[in-house]
C-alpha cells in the first residue's frame, strides 16, 4: 500500500458520475490506489464497474458516509491522502417527496468527510479535497445569461439546497482551517450507468418499450447538457491543476428544451429501431409539472477552459447516439437496477402525475 504514489477516497462510486470517474481513475494511473466508498442505495450498483474491479489498484467500501465512525476509519485504514467527493442524493424529484436524506448524506455525510480529512491531515496543504457540485446552487436562469462562478447562490429544491449547503461547508473549512478543497459545480450530465428515474435514460427506455413519454409542464424548461465522460475529464483537471480554494464551472454550451430533446431522442431511436420515422413522437404525454421548477440552467465554463485548457471532446449528437446504443445493448443492467424498491417508486410516482 505504502508504494501508490497517491490513495484517493472516491465516494459515491458506483452511482452513475463517480463510477466514471473511477473507471478514468484507474486505468490512467496505475500508480494511485482508488478507493471506492459507497452506501450502495437504489442508485449504487457494483455492476457498474464491473469492467474496472478487478485491477490491483481498486478497494471498495461499503459505508454511509453519515456514520462519522465508519469515515474515521476508512480514512486510517487506507492512510487516504485526497478525497474526490461525489456520494449524495442526486434527484431531484425525491428531495421534493423527501427532503431529509438529502440533508442527512449531502450535508451531513459532506461534514463528516471534511472533519475525517481535517483530522487526518492535521494542517498538512500537501493534499485535495475535491467536491463534485452542481449548476443547480446558483438557481434559475431566464431567457438570457449563463451562470458563472460569480453567480450569486439561489437554490430553490430541497436538492440543491442540500448541494448548496455542503458547497458553504467546503468553503468554510478552507478558509477556517486551511483544508485544501477544489470544487466544481456541472451541468446535466448525460451518458451510460444512468439510473432510469432521469430525464434521458428514462425516455430511451420508454421508447425501446412503447410506454408513454412524461414530459413535465409543455416541455419548455432547458437543461444544459454534457457528455459524462467529458465531466470525469473535468475532474481529472480540476483536481491535479486547478487552485486550491477555487471552484470550476463545467458544462458543455449545449442547452435543449425538454420537448425538443425529447423529440431528437424520438428521432434518433426511430432511426435505430427500424421505426417508421414520428412512431415514438406520438408517444409524448404532457404530464403534471414539478413543483418549483427551475426554468432554465446554462453554464460559463470559460474559466476552467482558459485555466486548465479543458473542453468537452463529442458533439451531443455523437454522445447520444452512443448513449442510445450503450442502453440498447446492456438490457440486462437496466433489469438489474431497476428491480426491487425502485419499481414500486416509479410506479406510485408516475400513477400520481
Ligand atoms: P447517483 O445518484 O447516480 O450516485 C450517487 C452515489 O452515491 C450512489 O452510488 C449512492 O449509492 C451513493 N450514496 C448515496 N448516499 C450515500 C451515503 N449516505 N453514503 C455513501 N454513499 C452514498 O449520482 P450522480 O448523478 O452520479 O451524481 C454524483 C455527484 O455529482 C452528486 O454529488 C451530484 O450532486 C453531482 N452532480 C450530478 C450531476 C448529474 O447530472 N447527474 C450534475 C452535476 C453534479
Ligand atoms: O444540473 C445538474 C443536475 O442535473 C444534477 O445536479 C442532478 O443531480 C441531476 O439529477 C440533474 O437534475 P435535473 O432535475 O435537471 O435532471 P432530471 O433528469 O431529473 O430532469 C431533467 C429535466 O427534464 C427537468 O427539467 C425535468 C424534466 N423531466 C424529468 C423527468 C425525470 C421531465 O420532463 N420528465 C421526466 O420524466
Known amino acids: ?32 490506489l482508488i478507493v471506492n466508498a459507497d452506501k450502495l442505495t437504489y442508485a449504487g450498483n457494483l455492476e457498474n464497474l464491473s469492467d474496472v474491479d478487478s485491477l490491483p489498484n481498486y478497494r471498495f467500501e461499503k459505508i454511509d458516509i453519515v456514520d462519522t465512525e465508519s469515515v474515521k476509519s476508512v480514512f486510517s485504514k487506507y492512510g487516504i491522502t485526497d478525497v474526490i467527493h461525489l456520494a449524495a442524493e442526486s434527484h431531484v424529484d425525491r428531495s421534493i417527496e423527501g427532503p431529509m436524506e438529502f440533508v442527512m448524506t449531502n450535508v451531513v455525510g459532506t ?4 472533519q475525517g480529512a481535517r483530522e487526518n491531515w492535521n494542517g498538512d496543504t500537501n493534499h485535495v479535497f475535491h467536491h463534485v457540485s452542481t449548476d443547480e446552487v446558483y438557481g434559475s436562469l431566464g431567457d438570457e445569461g449563463l451562470f458563472t462562478e460569480e453567480t450569486s447562490y439561489d437554490p430553490r429544491s430541497p436538492y440543491s439546497a442540500s448541494k448548496a449547503s455542503s458547497d458553504h461547508f467546503v468553503m468554510a473549512y478552507f478558509h477556517t482551517y486551511g483544508l485544501p478543497i477544489k470544487m466544481s459545480n456541472c451541468s446535466n450530465n448525460y451518458g451510460s450507468h444512468h439510473f432510469p428515474e432521469k430525464l434521458i435514460p428514462l425516455m430511451i427506455h420508454n421508447i425501446q418499450h412503447k410506454k408513454p413519454l412524461p414530459v413535465y409542464g409543455k416541455g419548455d424548461n432547458i437543461r444544459d447538457w ?33 420537448l425538443e430533446l425529447v ?74 437496477v431497476t428491480s426491487g424498491s425502485y419499481k414500486d417508486y416509479y410506479e406510485n410516482m408516475y400513477a400520481n402525475r
Open 111 to 114: 461534514v463528516n468527510l471534511l
Open 226 to 258: 454534457l457528455w459524462v465522460e467529458d465531466h470525469a475529464s473535468a475532474i481529472d483537471a480540476i483536481f491535479h491543476n486547478g487552485r486550491i480554494g477555487e471552484s470550476y464551472n463545467v458544462g458543455g454550451l449545449n442547452e435543449w428544451t425538454n
Open 263 to 336: 423529440r431528437f431522442l424520438c428521432r434518433l431511436m426511430d432511426e435505430k429501431l427500424g421505426r417508421v420515422e414520428g412512431e415514438s413522437e406520438e408517444l409524448i404525454t404532457y404530464v403534471k409539472d414539478r413543483a418549483g421548477h427551475d426554468k432554465r440552467y446554462a453554464i460559463d465554463a470559460i474559466k476552467l477552459e482558459k485555466e486548465l485548457g479543458w473542453k468537452p471532446s463529442i458533439t451531443f449528437e455523437e454522445g447520444l447516439s452512443k448513449t442510445v446504443d450503450w442502453y440498447l445493448e446492456n438490457q440486462n443492467w437496466i433489469e438489474k
Open 1 to 32: 500500500m505504502e508504494n501508490f504514489k497517491k490513495k484517493i477516497l472516491v465516494t459515491g462510486g458506483a452511482g452513475f458520475i463517480g463510477s466514471h470517474v473511477i473507471r478514468r481513475l484507474l486505468r490512467n494511473y496505475p500508480n494511485y
